[in-house]
């Protein structure tokens, strides 16, 4: 780090500064210039909060040289991270697809939902027993036995099974029939949450909440990691913006920043981040084509009546027709799927 | 192709050659003034006075500064030595580090 003194700064403002460096721990060049001095912290360690210097008096700024996650970070680990589920490997060559509906409604819709996605070619089948809901009136889902439907109908058609964990509490439980745990936007900032999933043995889906930077993203999953758990993928579902014609706008050049940054498996969400049906595949395609690793796409067979997020739910034919479209773009950027 | 161009080459040689072994020189001088840091270090570390002294260290500087004749100018000798008194500060602080264990 580089702590630029102001041009006013007494001798003692400087020292005090040198003196604190030192006790963190860090070796100090010191580079007395005409105007001002400039201090370079050589050894600064993650766990040093910088704007505990820039408080300092005398201080006009700090700028940070190293990045504040590590673990997830590019420089940490060069090659990229795969997370093998057997069937499927998340983060390889293929472009992995998860389908379904929001939430697991009934026996009967999740059986249907399976049997859909299945039959146009996703690997995993998503559905949720708990979410959020910007309202407390709407439907939540219908928690525990719900995860049962969910795994029978995934297990029928030789899929696999992502669902979301809304609370500590949750994780053991939606652990034992998933095989990947989803956190939702709402919850990406949810220490005490992103703690406990380091200690499941099974991969999180760490969605992007709509106000947080990549940096902010990257540091929730480092909290996972730090606790036990390296197996992390990305889901970029867009950020807030001026612009309202869409929920969310969706922001797909994170994927090649991610892929530079970090060394996690990055997918897209469109159908959250859209919130708009026929916004949904155009989005899909071009995540694709930026380099995503996978999708996560809304399916829902009556998409009209769906209890959740019905805008965003494609029809069975829809999805078939994207997933066509996705087999003539993922060979053009060098991918299976 | 002018006839100069060895006299050049071995004129920068041979100067090249004096700024050798005023670096060899230096390296010695400068560990030698390392190992008297060290032994500040030892001495402060054994009375419990902290390594950093930017008092003393003030005190090197305007005596460095002082005695400047050039072609240098001071804050070129400052800037210079700022960064002995960096890798001197380093030196006890690695060393304190290895006396605690």
Known sequence: MIVVMKPNASESEVESVIERL??????????TGSARV??????????????????????EHVV????????VSRSYKPESTEIDLGSVVIGGDDVVVIAGPGLVESEELIHGAARAVAAAGAHILRGSAFTSRARPYAFRGHGEGSLEWLRAAADEHHLLVASEVMAPAHVELVARHADILIVGARNMQNSVLLTEL?????????????????EDWLLSAEYVAAAGNERIILCEQGIRTFESSTRYTMDLSAIPVLRQLSHL?????????TGVRDKVAPMARAAVAAGADGLLIEVHQNADEALS??????????????????????????RSI | MTDSEPDVASELERLRRNIDDVDTVLVKL???????????????????VPIYQPAREAKVLAQVQAKNKGPLGERAVRRLFERIIDESRRLERIAAKEREG
């Open chain 1, 22 to 31: 030192f006790a963190a721990g860090c070796d100090v060049h010191r580079s």
């Open chain 1, 309 to 334: 997020d019905a805008a965003q739910s494609l029809y069975p034919e829809a999805f078939q027709q994207l997933m066509d479209q996705l087999r003539i773009i993922v060979p053009a950027v060098g």
């Open chain 1, 38 to 59: 400039t201090l370079g912290a050589v050894g600064v360690t993650a766990a040093m909060d910088l704007s505990d210097y820039e408080i300092l008096p005398g201080v």
């Open chain 2, 30 to 48: 400068l560990n030698q003034r390392a190992r008297w840091a060290l032994e500040v270090g030892d001495v402060k570390s054994g009375a419990g």
């Open chain 1, 265 to 273: 498996p990055v997918v897209a969400d469109p159908s959250f981040g």
């Open chain 1, 198 to 214: 380091g200690t499941v043995g099974k991969p999180v889906l760490l969605k992007r909440s709509p106000a947080a930077t990549i």
């Open chain 1, 64 to 71: 940070r040289v190293s990045t504040p996650y590590e673990l």
